[in-house]
C-alpha cells in the first residue's frame, strides 16, 4: 500500500496533528504540538502517522533511550510495505548507513572514527577563511544593483556552502548542481519519480569525491576521513559516501537557516538589535537564542521503539515511529520559563536549548555552524548597520520543507 490517506485512515488515535507540507504557520504548528505533547500523534507529509516529542525534558530522555533506534526495519508500517520507496522522505527516513544511522557499537565505532577526522582544531583552523568568504560576499552584497537585496542568496546560501565545500574537499563547479539535489532531498514536493534519481545522483558525486581524494588525497576532510583509523579499523568508502552526504547536508542547511532566522529575529525586534549593535549584548547570546526559538532544524526524523516506552500519560507503541519536534521544544516553558515565547538575547543559561540534539547523535557539526554565524553576523551588521527586511515579517515565504526552517528569499534593505 503506497503511503498517504489509506494509512492515516487506519489510525486508530482520535486525533493526529497534520504537519503542513507548506510550513505555512511553523509557530502555529509548533504551538499545537506543545499543547497536544510530550508526545503527540501526527502526520508527515504524504500522510504516513507518526509520534513527535514536543517538550523539553522528555526528548533528552528519548534521545539517550536505548529502546528507540535509527533501524528502519523495526517499523511496523515499514515491515508492511505500507511506506512507499518513492516517498519525499524516504532519504531522511532511511539514510545510507553512516553515524548517522548506526546505534550502539555500531554507531560509537562510526563516530569516533569521524572525530578523528573532524577535529576541534580543524574546525577552528576554518575561521581565517570563513572571514576571507565573509568579507568577499560582503562586497557583493554591496555591489548589487537596486534598492532590494535577497540576501539569502547572495550571502547566507553561498557562505555555509563554500565552507563545507573547502572543509570537504568538494570541487566549486559542483555547487550549483548540490543546490538543486538537494533542494529536492529535503522538498516535500519532490515528484515521487525523482526521488531515487536524486538520491543516486547525490551519492554518485560523492563517490567521485572519494575516488578522487583516494588518489590525490588533499587537507580536506574527505581525506582526513580515508585516512582515520582506530585499532587498524577503517571506513569504507560506502561509509564515507554516506558521511559526506550528511554532513554537507546538514553542514550547509542548517547554518543557512540560523543566519537568515537572526536577520529576521534582529529585524523584527528592534530593541534586541540595538542591544547587540551597542554591545550591550554578545553576538554568541544572538546565535544562542536564535538557535532556541526559531531553531533552524524544525523536525527530525525518524527513531523507532524497539518497545513500548511511556512518555508522560501516553506510550510510544512497539514499531512505532518518533520524530523529534525541535521547533515544538525551543518554546518548551517547562524548560524555558513564561517567557520562552519571547526572543530575548538577555537570556539566562541560554546554552539550554538542545537544537544541535542531544545525546549520541548529537550534531558533531555544531562547532562550525557556530563559527560561521559568529563570524558572518557580526561582519554583516559592522558592514550593514542599517539593514532591515525590505517586506513585512508576515510576507516571508516558507520552503516546503518540513525538517528545515527555511525561507526561499530575504529581501532586505541596507540601509544609509
Known amino acids: 500500500m503506497t503511503a498517504g490517506t489509506d494509512l492515516a485512515a487506519t489510525d486508530t488515535e482520535a486525533t493526529r496533528i497534520p504537519l503542513d507540507p507548506f510550513v505555512s504557520d511553523l509557530d502555529a504548528e509548533s504551538a499545537a504540538l506543545r499543547a497536544a505533547g510530550p508526545l503527540a500523534a501526527v502526520t508527515l507529509p504524504g500522510g504516513v502517522p507518526v509520534w513527535a516529542v514536543t517538550h523539553h525534558a522528555e526528548a533528552k530522555r528519548l534521545l539517550t533511550d536505548p529502546r528507540l533506534v535509527k533501524d528502519i526495519n523495526v517499523w511496523t508500517a515499514w515491515q508492511r510495505g505500507e511506506i512507499a520507496p518513492d516517498w519525499p522522505l524516504i532519504g531522511l527516513a532511511n539514510p545510507p548507513r553512516s553515524m548517522l544511522t548506526g546505534d550502539g557499537d ?20 576554518m575561521r581565517e577563511r570563513i572571514t576571507e568568504l565573509t568579507g568577499s560576499l560582503l562586497d557583493q552584497v554591496a555591489a548589487q544593483p537596486g534598492d532590494t537585496v535577497d540576501l539569502k542568496a547572495v550571502f547566507a546560501y553561498p557562505l555555509p556552502m563554500y565552507v563545507i565545500a573547502d572543509l570537504m574537499g568538494l570541487a ?8 538543486e539535489l538537494f533542494e529536492k532531498f529535503f522538498s516535500t514536493q519532490t515528484p515521487p519519480e525523482e526521488v531515487m534519481a536524486t538520491l543516486t545522483e547525490l551519492a554518485g558525486i560523492m563517490a567521485e569525491t572519494v575516488a578522487a581524494k583516494r588518489e590525490n588525497p588533499g587537507d580536506d576532510l574527505t ?15 560506502e561509509e564515507i559516501v554516506a558521511t559526506l552526504q550528511l554532513m554537507v547536508a546538514a553542514g550547509h542547511e542548517t547554518t543557512i537557516s540560523l543566519i537568515v532566522n537572526a536577520v529576521v529575529n534582529l529585524s523584527t525586534h528592534p530593541d534586541q538589535r540595538a542591544l547587540v549593535l551597542s554591545g550591550e549584548a554578545d553576538w554568541s547570546a544572538v546565535v544562542e537564542e536564535t538557535l532556541r526559538w526559531s531553531t533552524p532544524t524544525s523536525h527530525v526524523l525518524i527513531r523507532f521503539a524497539t518497545e513500548d516506552v511511556p512518555v508522560g500519560d501516553k506510550v510510544l507503541p512497539a514499531g512505532d515511529a518518533l520524530i523529534v519536534s525541535y521547533a515544538a521544544i525551543g518554546r518548551d516553558e517547562q524548560a524555558h520559563g513564561p517567557t520562552a515565547g519571547d526572543f530575548d538575547i538577555t537570556r539566562e543559561s541560554p546554552h539550554r536549548h538542545i537544537s544541535f540534539g542531544h545525546g549520541p547523535h548529537v550534531c558533531p557539526g555544531a562547532a562550525l555552524s557556530r563559527l560561521e554565524a559568529g563570524v558572518a553576523l557580526p561582519a554583516l551588521y559592522a558592514r550593514f548597520p542599517g539593514l532591515d527586511l525590505a517586506v ?25
Do not use: C, F, M, W
Open 106 to 125: 555500531d554507531h560509537r565505532r562510526l563516530r569516533t572514527l569521524v572525530a578523528q577526522a573532524l577535529t576541534p582544531r580543524r574546525v577552528e583552523r
Open 172 to 179: 566549486e563547479e559542483r555547487l550549483p548542481r548540490l543546490k
Open 223 to 237: 581525506s582526513a576521513l580515508i585516512q582515520a583509523s582506530e585499532d587498524g579499523d577503517r571506513l569504507t568508502d
Open 392 to 416: 513585512p515579517a508576515a510576507e516571508l515565504r516558507n520552503k516546503p520543507v518540513v525538517t528545515q526552517n527555511d525561507l526561499y528569499e530575504l529581501p532586505v534593505t541596507l540601509g544609509g
